[in-house]
């Protein structure tokens, strides 16, 4: 805006307005004449591409109030007005800086970066930001500085100090993932309104925004002993595991390596369905059992035998299993699972012994003693123990047993339970039978049959018998005396 005064005391017919812009004469002609003390006012716009100082001239030829040219030279004035060129602005980047190439897990910590640059050649005054983001999925953890205002879904900070030209300043923000984006991605985004200086121009806020996933990686490991079940395993007997991975995650496990660990005093390795890619003393391993999409599983059965007891004390197997994600997922830490044992050795012997008569063989009529012996030589207890006696009731019948018989049939004898009896422990019955009849020098056999029952969580034992031979005899003689001489008649005195 040029103000032009006419400050004396003639008419001014004409009036010529000069400007030099970047360089250039923009003559202005006033028409009409400028009376004295008349102010005239006149706007001119240009553009400017750099700060300038801008020279207006103004030129006046004084004339009589006919308009007449007066004797006298021209009247001129200049005046400068200097123009400062500014270009306020600045940059705003939102990143995401952990973690970096993949999804976060639901549960890990998301941090981004927020940076403000200075990118003009005026001071930014003031910085305030807001940051939005979608509660579903994050919470506020922390950041730095601290945020002014927290909400759920925003954070906002009043003012995160004044910036310099060509500066930057930078907000740290931490969340933490609480929900799977089900592998779709989300965005967090920052809002900044600037302030300038007075006497500057402001500018415009600038928003940005940074992209995040969040996964919910996950599988469930178990081992089960299924054979044999809900009892010890017997020395001897084959013992299998059932291995199984689920992926109950929303994530495709890539690979997975499975190490099943034993003790190897008490199992030794058979087989498995897969087989095992590698197996050592005490180690079984499988290099990769995956792919396993979401919601899907897979199994191992992995056979052992029992080769020695562990003295009725339980012993572990454990499974290690080691999936792997892709690349653009977050991790999943291995994880273990354990199975209880049992191995137990029962074991028992039964023996019957002929005690009465010895060394010969019984006389009909006579009593024939016979000891049932059982001896729990296993290191399982046995909970009852049942006793059958067979005989042949030609040759003998029952008189009576120590303790007694609770069934008594003729050729059978029946003991219900002469048990408990604990490892390591024995226990006799002594049978006595009348010897009725001669077995003409030829041995028979009295048989015993000891059916122990051990507890429900321990391995059966199998009957066991035992023999005992005897013999019965019936030795007998007549006395005979006969007169031969004199015959038919007394002798004579001498």
């Known amino acids: 805006t040029y103000e032009v005064r006419n400050t004396g005391n003639t008419v001014l017919t004409p009036v010529d ?14 028409p009409d004449n400028m009376q004295p003390g008349e102010v005239r006012y006149y706007t001119n ?43 306020p602005g600045y940059t705003v980047a939102k990143t995401l800086t952990a973690p970096l190439g993949r999804a976060a897990g639901v549960g890990e910590t998301i941090s981004f970066e927020i940076t403000v640059a200075n990118t003009s050649d005026v001071q930014l005054a003031t910085v ?61 985004t920052v809002l ?8 500057f ?16 990686p996950s599988f469930v490991l178990t081992k089960t002993l299924t054979s044999p079940f809900g009892r010890a395993a017997q020395v001897g007997e084959s013992v299998v595991f059932t291995l199984s991975v689920s992926n109950n995650g929303d ?20 087989s498995a369905i897969p087989p095992a890619d590698s197996n050592a003393v005490g180690q079984v391993n499988w290099d990769d059992i995956g792919p396993l999409p979401v919601g899907a599983s897979t199994s191992i059965v992995a056979t052992f035998t029992a080769v020695a007891s562990t003295g009725s004390g339980l012993e572990t197997n454990l499974v290690i299993a080691s999936p792997t994600t892709p690349p653009t997922e977050p991790p999943v830490p291995p994880q273990t699972n354990e199975v209880p044992y049992d191995i137990s050795s029962p074991g028992f012997t039964v023996v019957k012994t002929l005690t009465s008569p010895t060394g010969r063989a019984a006389a009909v009529g006579e009593t024939v003693t016979f000891s049932l012996t059982v001896a729990n030589t296993g290191d399982v ?5 049942p006793l059958d006696d067979t005989f042949d009731a030609t040759y003998l019948v029952y008189q009576s047993a120590t303790p007694p018989a609770d069934t008594s049939i003729a050729g059978a004898l029946s003991w219900t339970d002469i048990g408990p009896l604990a490892s390591g422990s024995s226990t006799s019955v002594v049978v006595n039978f009348i010897a009725t009849a001669s ?34 005899s019936s030795p007998g003689y007549l006395v005979v005396k006969t007169l031969t001489s004199p015959s038919g008649r007394a002798a004579a005195v001498g």
Do not use: M
């Open 381 to 385: 207890d046995f909970v009852s123990l």
């Open 251 to 270: 994530v495709a496990l890539s690979t997975i390596p499975v190490e099943d660990l034993f003790d190897a005093t008490y199992l030794s390795f058979v």
């Open 201 to 216: 121009p402001g500018v415009p806020p600038r928003t940005n925004q940074a992209p995040y996933e969040i996964s919910d």
């Open 45 to 87: 716009t240009v553009t400017v591409f750099n700060s300038v100082t801008n020279i207006a001239t103004a030129v006046g030829l004084p004339t009589d109030f006919k308009f007449r040219p007066l004797p006298i030279d021209p009247v001129e004035d200049t005046n400068d007005a200097i123009v400062v060129l500014v270009a």
């Open 192 to 199: 900044a309104t600037h302030t300038t200086p007075p006497g």
């Open 17 to 30: 307005i000069g400007d030099d812009v970047l360089g250039g004469i923009d003559n202005i002609f006033f």
């Open 439 to 472: 077995t003409f020098s030829l041995p028979e056999t009295n048989t015993v049959v000891a059916s122990p029952t051990v507890p429900p969580t321990e391995p059966p034992v199998p009957p066991q018998t035992n023999d005992e031979p005897y013999e019965i």
């Open 128 to 188: 305030p930001l807001t940051d939005t983001f979608d509660a579903t999925y994050l919470t506020y953890q922390s950041a730095i500085p601290p945020a002014d205002v927290v909400l759920p879904g925003s954070l906002s900070w009043t003012n995160i100090g004044s910036v310099d030209i060509g500066a930057s300043t930078s907000v740290v923000v931490n969340f933490t993932a609480v929900s799977s984006t089900l592998s779709l991605p989300e965005t967090n």
